[in-house]
């Protein structure tokens, strides 16, 4: 019987993940169209000339400094962050900088190339020592990257990244806000499948 039970929940993740997937495209499309608008090309176009402007990020079809988008995000957050990202690397922890002591975050990756370090981790708590950590591996379940500011509260706020974190500003790329109820319900069901995996450590 339980069998039965846990082959029905799985389906239904599968069957949430090709919804969350076919609606990513429709984002991906729409913000492929926002990219290509008149008033940001110039940035576009001056990408490759200063080393600088290559640390550019576009928020729902607007420009943002890579760095200070993340950052900013992550300070809005009031009880808790969810972030969905199997390359992680020390820049991760960088941008939780303005993250509130109270705030709980839980970072689900596999920590591919092994580029975020047990060291990097002891750094960091030295630096925030009231900002607490979970890390749970996402066991391959999920392909893009994620961001959930303030899971399972009324101002849940849910972003999908082009890039990784660690990756960001290096080439053009873009973070977009979901307002989908039905994607976001969708999203939440894949967190909590996420929730049951095995913690994540670090080497």
Do not use: W
């Not at 110039?42 to 402007?53: G, M, S």
């Not at 839980?106 to 979970?134: C, M």
């Not at 977009?176 to 049951?196: H, Q, S, Y």
């Amino acid at each position: 019987m339980a069998v039965l039970e846990n082959t029905k929940k799985v389906v239904k993740i599968e069957g949430d993940m090709a919804a969350v997937n076919k609606r990513l495209a429709v984002v991906e499309e729409h913000m492929g169209e926002m990219v290509v608008r008149s008033e940001i090309s110039p940035i576009l176009l001056d990408f490759n000339k200063v080393a600088e402007q290559r640390e550019y990020i576009f928020l729902n079809g607007q420009p943002m400094r890579a760095s200070e988008l993340y950052i900013d995000i992550y300070a809005k957050a009031k009880r808790n962050i969810v972030i969905i990202d199997d390359y992680i690397s020390i820049k991760t922890l960088r941008h939780l900088q303005k993250v509130k002591p109270s705030v709980r975050v839980t970072i689900f990756s596999d920590n591919k190339g092994s580029y975020l370090h047990k060291s990097d981790y002891a750094d960091f708590v030295k630096e925030r020592p009231g900002v607490k950590i979970d890390f749970v591996r996402t066991e391959g379940l999920v392909h893009d990257r994620f961001i959930v500011v303030d899971y399972e509260e009324d101002s849940e706020t849910i972003y999908h990244c082009g890039a990784s974190a660690k990756d960001a500003g290096g080439k053009v790329t873009a973070v977009g806000k979901f307002e989908d109820t039905l994607v976001k319900k969708a999203m939440n069901e894949v967190i909590e499948r996420l929730k049951v995996n095995r913690k994540l450590v670090l080497k």
